[in-house]
Structures are given as C-alpha cells and as structure tokens.
Nanobody, 130 residues
Framework: QVQLVESGGGLVQAGGSLRLSCIAS????????MGWFRQAPGKEREFVSA????????SYASSVKGRFTISRDNAKNTVYLQMNSLKPEDTAVYYC???????????????????????WGQGTQVTVSS
C-alpha cells in the first residue's frame, strides 16, 4: 500500500520560508517521479513543481519559479519543497504525488494536470499572512 505523508506546512508571514517534506512508503521511491501540487479554497488544484525519478530533471510553475526549489533524497524516500519569499497567494493545501518512471520524464515534468500521478498524499496546509 502506497503512502505519501506530507509535513512542514504552517503559518508564515509574507516573505518568509517553509520547507515541505513528503515521505513515501510502499513503493520503490527511486522508480517514481514526484510532484507537488496545491489547491486553494474555491480554486482548482494546480501544479507547483516536479522532479524526475533520478533528480536529474525538474520543472516549476511560472508562479513559483525562482522562489521554490524541489529536491529529493532517494535514500530517505523523501521529496522536499523549499519555499522562499512566500506570498499570500501561495496559501493552499500542498499535496505531493507520485508517478511511475514508466511515464517518460518529459511527460511527467509537463504533467501540470497531474493525470499521470497515481498516488497522492493527504496534504499539508500552508498559510501566508500579509
């Protein structure tokens, strides 16, 4: 049974930083691309960032590029999202998701709708106050 457990969310002032973590179990982590998505109240889920199974490829939404950094530690079955210069519009529930490496890397990095991501965590709340 695949489990993805996010942590690290919280309340932060605008301009602050948070580091989200997602620990995976029940899968061969190094064989999965990992993504971060978010959903704000009343809005659709949106893509934030993705990293390939090897860590050699990453992608970012234009709204977070230059502020957020995705990384992974395959030895710890963990993917991270370092979020700097946070803005009130970053307030959302953040979800990590896993996509099999059978999905070609370019496709996984461009999958902004999350269609190829089969497994999802429960989410962690990030609230940025102005």
């Amino acid at each position: 049974q695949v489990q993805l457990v996010e942590s690290g969310g919280g309340l932060v002032q605008a301009g602050g930083s948070l580091r989200l973590s997602c620990i995976a179990s029940g899968l061969t982590f190094s064989s999965y691309h990992m993504g971060w998505f978010r959903q704000a109240p009343g809005k659709e889920r949106e893509f934030v960032s993705a990293i390939s199974w090897s860590g050699g490829a990453t992608s970012y939404a234009s709204s977070v590029k230059g502020r957020f950094t995705i990384s992974r530690d395959n030895a710890k079955n963990t993917v991270y999202l370092q979020m700097n210069s946070l803005k009130p519009e970053d307030t959302a529930v953040y979800y990590c998701a896993a996509a099999s490496s059978s999905l070609p890397t370019p496709q996984a990095m461009a999958d902004i709708r999350g269609i190829g991501y089969r497994d999802w965590g429960q989410g962690t709340q990030v609230t940025v106050s102005s």
